[in-house]
């Protein structure tokens, strides 16, 4: 049976996901979830997924979310996009670190600074969250210098985690130009064979 990748274009989270599943070479089909008009939280959707987000992976009677859970289940089947045996915790390092310090942050940012409409945004917060992303902007810069990679010496799915906001071109305080390892890795990332923009590779949820 096939996979079932549910996703949409604008979701960072959901793009981690696919784009592992894209350069492992793992069988799946996207199943378009309509995000902004409610569809994540309608009951049909929270049968799937009670959390009422995405992404989420079906196949038979598995069911995973959150997105490093799932990037850990394709590496797991492929055997691709883990680094060596001793890379797996410094993997996983990243991969959580990305989780709680860079994307939950750039995610929640970029919603505020350009899927809410200008008067219902909240200033106050947006500056303190772009405060917040610049220190870790600064920690993903550094890790960066001198090494192609994030963990190991191999693109791995702590890469495709780091990645997942920054290929995005919607505002929310990330300047590619202004960290120039970041810059650098981000350019390697999408000159790897099978990488495709989010928006390439998930139908986007509102028109562009």
């Known amino acids: 049976m096939t996979a079932k990748l549910y996703c949409f274009g604008e979701s960072g989270n959901a ?3 696919a784009l592992t599943m894209e350069l492992a070479e793992f069988d799946y089909e996207q199943v378009f979830v309509d995000f902004f008009k409610g569809e994540a939280r309608t009951d049909a ?3 799937i997924n009670p959390m009422g987000e995405v992404p989420v992976l079906v196949e038979g009677d598995m069911t995973l979310t959150q997105s490093g859970v ?3 289940f394709v590496v797991d089947q492929t055997g691709k996009l883990g680094g060596t045996a001793a890379d797996k915790y410094e993997v996983l390092r990243w991969v959580l670190w990305d989780n709680h ?3 939950s ?3 929640m940012t970029r919603f505020l600074m350009h899927f809410l409409p200008e008067d ?3 200033h106050e917060v947006v500056a303190f969250m772009q405060g917040r992303l610049k220190a870790a902007y600064s920690v993903l810069n550094a ?3 001198g090494r192609d990679w994030v963990a190991g010496d191999s ?3 702590a890469d495709l985690s780091c990645c997942g906001y920054l290929f995005y071109e919607e505002p929310f305080g990330f300047d590619r130009a202004e960290w120039p390892n970041i810059d650098a890795w981000l350019t390697r990332i999408s000159e790897t064979p099978g990488w495709k923009h989010p928006y390439d590779l998930m139908q986007r949820a509102l028109p562009a």
Request: net charge positive; hydrophobic share 40%; proline share 4%.
């Open 120 to 122: 219902k945004r909240p």
């Open 15 to 17: 793009y981690k996901a």
């Open 143 to 145: 890790r960066l210098a």
């Open 101 to 103: 310090k860079l994307s």
């Open 105 to 107: 942050q750039a995610g």
């Open 45 to 47: 959707f929270k049968a």
């Open 155 to 157: 693109l791995t799915v």
């Open 70 to 72: 799932i990037q850990q």
